[in-house]
């Protein structure tokens, strides 16, 4: 397959995200000291600055409201051309409001997407072993 855009790089520390999400799933770090959930993950709590991480499991069944978002009628990058407008959108975890994951809303028009509309992640195989976390607009 031939993905001309960029894909994340893992990290020590972001390694069990982008894993799960490979496997179309969602994990999120957890403090176990004061149980402030961490997003982006990091090698310490950014509440309390405790070491002590746990990771936990959301899996597939993700949904979220738009919690604000961008309009991008340019490609920035190379690869995005074909995709414009792309709505870039902060979404908020509907389980876990202290958690936002940043990603694209696909097949949703410009004018429609709205701060509060409702999402569900998808994940977009980009090679053999990828998979970038999306969202989609649920039907209502
Ligand atoms: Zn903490």
New binding site residues.
Partial sequence: MDYKKPIPVKTQDNKPYWDAADDHEMMVQR??????Y?HPPGP???????TN?SWQNLGSDIKGTVYTYIISYRPFLPGFQDDLPLIIAQVEIEEIPDVKILANVLDCEPEKVEIGMPVRMVWQDINDERALPQWKPIAN
């Fill in positions: 403090c176990d000291e004061c149980d402030q961490a310490s709590c950014a509440k309390c600055g405790g991480l």
